[in-house]
């Protein structure tokens, strides 16, 4: 039994849109992350969709670009995590907040 | 066997050790300016008990002036020995030119290559013919003779080393002027000259009017510095050569082989000429020398008597030929020279400032010069520029002498009786006088006279101009000798309780002494044609022989006056000179009353004479003020409208864009990953678009 591309590339998109949903409401540091995390293991899950309809349209070769990109990505939004986490860090001892509306003095 | 350009390496340091000299003098002086701050911050204002040898009320900065005895002072040897070891070897140099057997030869450094312009090289190099050799003698020992005067008049003076810094480098531009083989070197040295007497008159430029006078010498000199360009591309398009001694070879087979020539070179002519007008301050471009009086009298002597001021006379001599060939142009030479003679020569009769009359009687005399190249008499010039250095250097050093004993006082009014007081600056001014009046036997006696006479012999329009030249002799007497009365005789006009007139340093009255017996004896060099043979008449003119003969070929020598009239013309010349150096003698020796009668009976010519016949204010109304209208207008409008609108045009947009722009930071991260997402979204769909 195999689950069809069509349905993965379904999961995708809803992630997706949760993720940038919550990416664009949500005030607190935190959670904007977890979105922005979110958002990439959509675009993940959609590399991984995409490799395994080529695999099946190429008669079970299989296709290895989408899982490599997959494994990059992996890798950049642990990277991205951990800068972006120790930057909440810092911004929560100076501040006492990690809500981004307290967090706008470079605007002017 | 003439020597080898190798062999002549040595006559390079003729001008480079004038060179040398002016940068450790330069050097001298930065270190002393060094010393003088370092001084002023440990002693702070504490008084400074120094006796400053002299007390020079224009001069700034009395307290300061005890450093110079310092390091500072150490530039007086440095220039002067300079100057001493370029003199002998300047002498070496032509005494081994003399001891050649043929006079057309010249002597030649080795040269350098400056610029390959693809066309023809331009050379660095340095040649004495005859002609070179009478200037370098002038300039290295007259030159010799004011630095060891100047030592004595600036001591004490808080820019003493940076005033031989500027002297020899002077000395070094002059040389290369008169040195030069090609007319790039030339040009070189024209505006080195320029350049340092401009430095020079300013030299006490924090009284204003002096760096006034040094821009207005500088300006001036630029408008015949065009000119001489000018003149000297249309050469080189003519002749396709540099070189000085080549064009001046060139032009009679140049007129022979290319008629339609003959309009080029008369234009290539007058530009030179108007070069030459700027630089020996000839009508109408004269106004700038009485003004460059500014500067200290040694300057005056050196540079705006004796030499750079000669340097006109010195080119139209080097290129006879191409004016030779215009007899029309010579005449205009002639008479711009005769005018200006008499123009000055009235001036200087009313002139109050001792400084002023030498001044004025300088232009008249090197209008006596011009006066003598447009006759054809170019040795004459040169024999009349020869005895002028020295006797017009006598009598600058010697009213700088008067002035410095005076306390810097230069109005003749307020003088009177001083050889009581200084016998030495008397007795040599008073044969300085006699020269430059041309009195009997003296050596400006002989040179005038030599000119008048050349002038005479031409005939024609000539005649006029011979006029001219007598009536200025008689001028010349006048106002010589009104100078010598008011300054050396009559009641003492100044005021006793103040100060004690008094005689100069050893170190400033022996160069007078020198240049006396040279004022005396210059005459030698060329004495008229009816004297004895064994006397060697016209000495000068058979030295210059191979430099004049090709311009005294395409004029045609006049026909030589017949020995009567010769005689006739020597004794009226002396004639008018005793008349009138009598009559302004005599009435001058009781004090300046008939100068105040002269104000007061006919005030508005007073005014006209004594401003040079107004050239200077018809320049102020119809050059300076439309110049300056137009700059007016072109800063308001061009700069002000054009320029300040494009540049400010420019910021005003990057500043309102900018305020624009950064409405785009809006401090919101959701705002900012819109943006992100929209671009890229923008991106991806002309990706696709375009496949």
């Known amino acids: 039994m195999s689950v069809p591309p069509s349905h993965l590339f379904v999961v995708a998109a809803l992630l997706f849109s949760i993720g940038a949903a919550g990416f664009f409401l949500r005030r607190n540091v935190i959670v904007v992350l977890m979105c922005i995390e979110l958002m990439l293991n959509a675009a993940n899950l959609s590399f991984l969709a995409a490799s395994r309809m080529h695999t099946l349209a190429h008669g079970g070769q299989p296709d290895l670009q989408g899982p490599i990109f997959a494994l990059f990505v992996i890798v950049i939004a642990a990277v991205e995590a951990a800068v972006g986490l120790a930057l909440v860090i810092a911004l929560y001892r100076n501040k006492q907040t990690v809500s981004l509306d307290e967090v706008a003095e470079l605007k002017d | ?691």
Request: aromatic residues 12%; contains cysteine; hydrophobic residues 55%.
């Open chain 2, 1 to 691: 066997m003439p020597p080898t350009q190798a062999d002549l390496v040595w006559m390079w340091w003729i001008p480079l050790l004038p060179l040398i000299g002016s940068a450790v003098c330069g050097i001298l002086h930065l270190l002393t300016l060094r010393s003088r701050g370092a001084w002023a911050h440990k002693a702070g204002g504490h008084g400074h008990g120094h006796d400053h040898g002299h007390d020079d009320a224009g001069h700034a900065d009395h307290d300061h002036a005890s450093v110079e005895a310092g390091i500072g002072a150490l530039a007086y040897p440095v220039a002067v020995l300079a100057m001493a070891v370029s003199f002998v070897l300047a002498l070496a140099a032509v005494v081994q030119l003399g001891s050649l057997s043929d006079i057309a030869v010249s002597i030649e450094g080795p040269a350098w290559q400056w610029i390959d312009t693809g066309v023809f090289p331009i050379d660095i190099s340095i040649v004495i013919d005859r002609l070179s050799a009478v200037m370098v003698l002038i300039v290295t020992g007259v030159g010799l003779l004011i630095h060891v005067y100047a030592g004595g008049y600036m001591k004490g003076d808080p820019g003493f080393a940076k005033f031989f810094a500027y002297l020899n480098l002077f000395v070094f531009a002059m040389l290369m002027l008169v040195l030069s083989s090609n007319l790039v070197g030339l040009f070189v040295g024209w505006e080195g000259v320029g350049l340092c007497s401009y430095l020079l008159i300013g030299f006490w430029y924090e009284k204003g009017w002096p760096a006034e006078a040094g821009q207005k010498a500088f300006v001036m000199n630029r408008i015949g510095d065009a000119c001489f360009l000018v003149g000297s591309f249309l050469l080189v398009h003519l002749f396709g050569t540099l070189d000085l001694s080549d064009i001046a070879g060139s032009v009679a087979g140049k007129l022979s082989s290319d008629p339609g020539a003959q309009f080029e070179l008369l234009i290539a002519g007058l530009c030179l000429f108007g070069g030459a007008c700027g630089k020996s301050a000839q009508f109408p471009l004269f106004t700038w020398l009485p003004d460059a009086m500014a500067g200290p009298t040694p300057v005056s002597a050196l540079i705006h008597a004796a030499t750079m001021v000669t340097a006109g006379v010195y080119l139209l001599v080097r290129l006879n030929p191409l004016f030779a060939a215009n007899p029309t142009l010579m005449f205009v030479i002639a008479c711009v020279g005769a005018l200006t003679a008499f123009i000055a020569g009235t001036t200087a009769l009313v002139q109050r400032d001792i400084k002023k009359v030498l001044a004025y009687s300088t232009v008249s005399q090197l209008g006596y010069m011009f006066l003598a190249l447009g006759t054809g008499a170019f040795a004459s010039a040169i024999f009349h520029l020869a005895t002028h250095a020295f006797f017009k250097a006598l009598l600058f050093l010697g009213a700088g002498s008067v002035i410095h004993g005076m306390h810097h006082e230069q109005d003749m009014h307020k003088m009177g009786n001083l050889r009581r007081y200084m016998p030495q600056t008397f007795l040599t001014f008073v044969v300085g006088a006699a020269a430059l009046s041309g009195l009997p036997l003296m050596s400006g006696f002989f040179s005038k006279d030599e000119i008048l006479a050349h002038t005479f012999a031409r005939g024609g329009g000539y005649y006029a101009l011979w006029l001219i030249g007598i009536v200025t002799a008689a001028l010349t007497a006048f106002y010589t000798w009104r100078m010598v009365a008011l300054t050396f005789f009559g009641p003492e006009r100044f005021d006793k309780a103040k100060f004690q007139p008094h005689e100069s340093s050893s170190l400033m009255t022996l160069p007078l002494l020198v240049l006396a017996a040279l004022a005396i004896l210059g005459g030698a060099l060329s004495f008229p044609a009816v004297f004895p043979a064994f006397l060697q008449p016209e000495y000068m003119h058979d030295w210059l022989r191979p430099v004049t003969e090709p311009g005294v070929e395409l004029l045609g020598a006049a026909h030589p006056l017949p020995h009567s009239t010769e005689w006739i013309l020597l004794a009226l010349g002396a004639l008018v000179a005793l008349v009138f150096a009598h009559t302004a003698f005599h009435r001058f020796k009781h004090g300046p009353q008939t100068d105040l009668a002269t104000f007061e009976r006919s005030p508005l010519r007073a005014r006209f004479l004594s401003e040079a016949w107004g050239i200077d204010a018809l320049y102020t109304r119809f050059v300076v003020g439309p110049v300056r209208v137009l700059g007016l207008v072109v800063a308001a409008l061009i700069d002000g409208t054009l320029i300040d609108g494009f540049v400010n045009g420019a910021a005003q947009a990057a500043l309102s864009g900018g305020m624009r722009l950064r409405r785009m930071t809006s401090g919101s991260i959701a705002t900012y990953g819109l943006w992100m997402g929209a671009v890229t979204a923008l991106i991806a769909i002309l990706l696709v678009w375009n496949r």
